[in-house]
Nanobody
Framework: QVHVRESGGGSEQAGGSLRLSCIAS????????MGWFRQAPGEERELVAS???????????DAVKGRFTISQDAQDGAKNAVALQMSSLKPEDTAMYYC?????????????????????WGQGTQVTVSS
């Protein structure tokens, strides 16, 4: 069974930085699309950034491009571990952040894939940015 676990959320002032981590375990495949999504109260879940773990190809939403960086983050030997470094935070970045994994990805998969295309999800971690 695949498990996805996020960590690293918290509260920060505008202009500050936070780092989120995600580990997916239970599936012995190093190739996956891994995405960070966020959802604010009353809003739809939106894609923030995504990465193809076999090769490191990435995609960012316009809202975070230039401020957030998604990267592979080897932890404890986990094959599918990614980090989201968030800098120059804004109050509008406040949301619950979710990590998602899709092992059906192939090298040419579109990294703009929507939430419904991801198979496995973490429980989420809250990020709150104050002005």
């Amino acid at each position: 069974q695949v498990h996805v676990r996020e960590s690293g959320g918290g509260s920060e002032q505008a202009g500050g930085s936070l780092r989120l981590s995600c580990i997916a375990s239970g599936y012995n495949d190093a190739s996956a699309c891994m995405g960070w999504f966020r959802q604010a109260p009353g809003e739809e879940r939106e894609l923030v950034a995504s990465i193809y773990t076999n090769g490191g190809r990435t995609h960012y939403s316009d809202a975070v491009k230039g401020r957030f960086t998604i990267s592979q983050d080897a932890q404890d030997g986990a094959k599918n571990a990614v980090a989201l470094q968030m800098s120059s935070l804004k109050p509008e970045d406040t949301a619950m952040y979710y990590c998602a994994v899709d092992y059906r990805c192939v090298p040419y998969s579109d990294l703009r894939r929507s939430a419904r295309e991801y198979s496995y999800w973490g429980q989420g971690t809250q990020v709150t940015v104050s002005s």
